[in-house]
């Protein structure tokens, strides 16, 4: 298997359980795994045998911009979701990390790992 990788992009959601974290969207860090074969691409040169990591980013910023979520480990499982289902992963860890949220903690986040069902 091989590995695309998309590391620390920020994204804004709504997430949170209390009512101040409600209030507005917080920046949220992503880094994703993706495993997929990369042999078709290799060979051809062309985008279309791959997976598009600019299309998983957009897709991913637009997504999370219309959402909201109590937890961290509710948005890991809908980004290894979508991954897995949209964009034919076969395997994916996503690693997601709230920024200052807890005074003296630079980050506080969840890493998943998913596969794809047979």
Do not use: C, H
């Amino acid at each position: 298997m091989d590995i695309i990788f998309i590391e620390d992009f920020r994204a804004s959601t709504l997430i949170g359980i209390y009512p101040r974290e409600r209030a507005l969207a917080q920046t949220v860090e992503i880094s994703l795994q993706i495993g997929t074969s990369t042999a078709s691409a290799g060979a051809s040169d062309e985008l279309g045998d791959t997976i598009d990591y600019a299309s998983v980013v957009e897709r991913l910023v637009a997504e999370l911009a219309a959402r909201q979520f109590n937890l961290l480990e509710r948005l890991a499982e809908y980004v290894a979701t979508l991954l897995l289902e949209d964009f034919g992963a076969t395997w994916v860890r996503v690693s997601i990390a709230k920024l200052g949220t807890l005074r003296g903690v630079r980050r506080v986040g969840v890493i998943i790992e998913r596969g794809a069902q047979a």
